[in-house]
């Protein structure tokens, strides 16, 4: 994991929540939903988005995909910022939240139906990291609406810093799938294997958004009060002590 690699300053996790809408382009049912300038810009990005991963899997061999994709994996979150920033701009919230279930439910159609071609442990790999960016979106909702108090606000932003470093980290690697399915782009074993292995970020990302809960709620243990020791308590110790005395003499 190349940690090395940092999300620019400001780049948080309200900058995070316009991506998961698009997971995959909208397909033509979801588009509706979209105004024809909002879907046009999307299709704009998209293009400028599949240039960038294309590049990258096209690689035949682990270490010559590893330096392609480490060197654009900074240009790819700040495109990954600007498709957030736009998107909340042009599309209305409760549409965001729509366009979103749908992504993952499209997506996971999409590799079910056709993830077979990368190999039965990489198309599961690729369902599991769709099904937990669903979790992790419900969690990253709940963390936008619970503002932390200022004695924290330092804990929450390297808490979140790690958070949107692993969630980008995955959706590039999940990108890579993505785009070789839907432009019919095969991706050499030796690389299959280094992007499921990037998907595994998915865990970490999901660790991090707990813990950015866990912080908004902590879990309070109870308080046990120790029972009352009274005359009669003792009378009871005592007796069996002397029981025991008893026994090891015979």
């Given at each position: 994991?190349?940690?090395?690699l940092?999300?620019p300053?400001?780049?948080?996790?309200?900058?995070?929540?316009?991506?998961?809408a698009?997971?995959r382009?909208?397909?033509?049912?979801?588009?509706?939903?979209?105004?024809?300038?909002?879907?046009?810009?999307?299709?704009n990005?998209?293009?400028?988005?599949?240039?960038?991963?294309?590049?990258?899997?096209?690689?035949?061999?682990?270490?010559?995909?590893?330096?392609?994709?480490d060197?654009?994996?900074?240009?790819?979150?700040?495109?990954?910022?600007?498709?957030s920033?736009?998107?909340?701009?042009?599309?209305?919230?409760?549409?965001?939240?729509?366009?979103?279930?749908?992504?993952?439910?499209?997506?996971?159609?999409?590799?079910?139906?056709?993830?077979?071609?990368?190999?039965?442990?990489?198309?599961?790999?690729?369902?599991?990291?769709?099904?937990?960016?669903?979790?992790?979106?419900?969690?990253?909702?709940?963390?936008?609406?619970?503002?932390?108090?200022?004695?924290?606000?330092?804990?929450?932003?390297?808490?979140?810093?790690?958070?949107?470093?692993y969630?980008?980290?995955?959706?590039?690697?999940?990108?890579?799938?993505?785009?070789?399915?839907?432009?019919?782009?095969?991706?050499?074993?030796?690389?299959?294997?280094?992007?499921?292995?990037?998907?595994?970020?998915?865990?970490d990302?999901?660790?991090?958004?707990?813990?950015?809960?866990?912080?908004?709620?902590?879990?309070v243990?109870?308080i046990?009060?120790?029972?009352?020791?009274?005359?009669?308590?003792?009378?009871?110790?005592?007796s069996?002590?002397?029981?025991?005395a008893?026994?090891?003499?015979?």
């Amino acid at each position: 994991m190349h940690e090395a690699l940092a999300v620019p300053q400001g780049f948080c996790l309200t900058s995070l929540g316009g991506q998961f809408a698009f997971l995959r382009l909208p397909s033509k049912r979801t588009a509706k939903r979209l105004s024809v300038m909002a879907d046009q810009l999307v299709r704009n990005i998209a293009d400028i988005h599949n240039q960038m991963i294309s590049g990258v899997i096209e690689k035949k061999t682990a270490a010559e995909f590893r330096a392609a994709r480490d060197g654009v994996f900074p240009k790819y979150v700040h495109m990954m910022r600007a498709i957030s920033d736009l998107a909340r701009v042009v599309i209305p919230p409760q549409v965001m939240e729509r366009l979103a279930n749908e992504s993952f439910s499209e997506l996971e159609a999409d590799f079910r139906t056709h993830g077979s071609a990368f190999g039965l442990v990489v198309r599961d790999q690729a369902i599991f990291t769709v099904w937990t960016f669903r979790k992790i979106n419900d969690l990253v909702a709940h963390i936008a609406s619970q503002p932390v108090s200022d004695s924290l606000r330092h804990q929450d932003e390297e808490i979140l810093a790690k958070f949107v470093f692993y969630a980008l980290w995955t959706r590039f690697h999940l990108d890579c799938l993505t785009i070789s399915m839907h432009c019919h782009k095969p991706i050499y074993p030796d690389v299959r294997n280094e992007v499921a292995d990037g998907l595994r970020a998915a865990v970490d990302a999901y660790a991090w958004a707990k813990q950015g809960i866990e912080l908004r709620n902590p879990v309070v243990e109870p308080i046990i009060n120790s029972p009352e020791w009274d005359e009669e308590d003792q009378e009871l110790l005592e007796s069996s002590m002397s029981d025991l005395a008893r026994e090891s003499v015979q």
